[in-house]
């Protein structure tokens, strides 16, 4: 069985790299910026929840260079307005 390339991050840990509060990241980042199965899973069905830093990283470069008036949509496109 391959070892995973991924790295999961509790919101803590997340909190840490990013430098958003926890809050922030809990009530506005998760199901707006974050999504579900592409940015963070939750293991096992629970309730806890894991992100994927690989994911984020890439995100956040590829948001970084977006233009002012691209909407990211949720299927990882963008809508140039």
């Known amino acids: 069985m391959p070892a995973s390339n991924k790295t999961y991050l509790t919101t803590e840990e997340l909190s840490s790299r990013i430098k958003y509060d926890c809050r922030t990241i809990r009530e506005r980042l998760k199901d707006s910026v974050l999504l579900e199965g592409v940015h963070y899973i939750r293991p096992f069905g629970g309730r806890k929840i894991l992100y994927l830093w690989e994911q984020i990283e890439t995100d956040m470069g590829n948001a970084s260079g977006l233009a002012a008036i691209s909407i990211p ?9």
């Open 73 to 81: 949509m949720a299927n990882g496109g963008v809508c140039h307005g």
